[in-house]
């Protein structure tokens, strides 16, 4: 369910809402933005998007003019502009308009809020902080032993959650190859972790921030989130940029759209009138309210 302000929105867009998409991890924010700001009988519409794991497909609904507005990371944009270029090079561009539109459209990433990657382990491993090299060194098997870094004499155990997560890692690290013994888990609705995560004595995982409250809260209390290279990852310290692993979620919207009508035109409209509102501070608060890091004051 969609976060809600404590007071009413000082945005109230009742005619043409921008269309919302983004990476799959996003949809709570975009739709606590439209559950703020659009009348009730539009929210369903403007979020009909797929809200795809694969930025690609976001940025590409956004290209052929599907959405108005993508909520993608910096990074996400970055990797998606690169596959679609690749994609030009092995296919005519007449074949994909999005291919086609690539070279000639420019794009406007504005910072909404912020992201970060969290480490934890089992609550026995002597290991409270790792450095970014550590990390990196323990996801490309470069380190596979904790007596490596000062703990006991254990094989590393290396957990992902989702393939969001693992490409957030990946781009951090300019496009690392994540190590083939990588073990895949996920949340369940009720607890953390599902029955896919294994809190080895050895076993190291990773998420987003978005998650954080499910690792504090939950019911195993052998599980203890780490700190990077000293800094722990608070909303704070990722907010001020001292917390390392972090990225940009923008608002990305093409800079000069051509529209087929008055109603895209007021849409286009729009989404700059919803940007506006998402950077004050009634916007600023719903992002923090729904889980994710709002942009430094």
């Not at 809200?51 to 940025?59: A, E, G, K, R, Y």
Request: hydrophobic share 35%; net charge negative; charged share 25%.
């Amino acid at each position: 369910m969609a976060k809600s302000l404590d007071n009413p929105s000082t945005l109230t867009l009742q005619d043409n809402p921008p269309r919302l998409d983004g990476l799959k991890h996003y949809y709570p924010l975009a739709s606590a933005f439209a559950k703020a700001a659009y009348p009730a009988n539009m929210v369903e519409n403007a979020l009909e998007s797929r809200f795809d794991p694969f930025p690609i497909v976001s940025l590409g609904c956004l290209l052929q003019a599907e959405n108005d507005i993508a909520f993608l990371k910096r990074s996400d944009v970055k990797e998606a502009r690169e596959e679609i270029i690749a994609l030009s090079n092995s296919y005519p561009t007449s074949t994909n308009p999005a291919i086609s539109a690539l070279g000639n459209t420019d794009l406007t990433l504005t910072p909404i809020a912020k992201d970060a990657l969290i480490f934890f382990v089992n609550s026995q491993n002597p290991i409270a902080d790792l450095s970014l090299d550590a990390i990196k060194g323990i996801y490309t098997d470069r380190i596979t032993n904790w007596d490596e870094l000062g703990g006991k004499r254990q094989s590393i155990k290396a957990y992902i959650f989702s393939d969001e997560s693992s490409r957030f890692l990946r781009n951090f690290f300019d496009g690392i190859k994540l190590k083939s013994r990588v073990y895949e888990f996920s949340f369940s609705n009720s607890m953390f972790p599902s029955p896919d995560f294994k809190n080895y004595n050895n076993a190291i995982g990773f998420t987003s921030f978005f998650h954080l409250d499910k690792i504090q809260n939950n019911p195993d209390p052998h599980i203890r989130v780490i700190s990077i290279d000293g800094v722990a990852p608070t909303a704070e310290n990722i907010a001020n940029g001292t917390y390392p692993i972090t990225d940009d979620i923008c608002a990305v919207t093409i800079v000069t759209r051509e529209y087929k009508d008055e109603n895209e035109k007021a849409r286009i409209e729009n989404s700059g009138l919803l940007i506006e509102w998402i950077l004050s501070e009634q916007g600023q608060e719903l992002i923090e309210k729904t889980g994710y890091v709002r942009l430094s004051s």
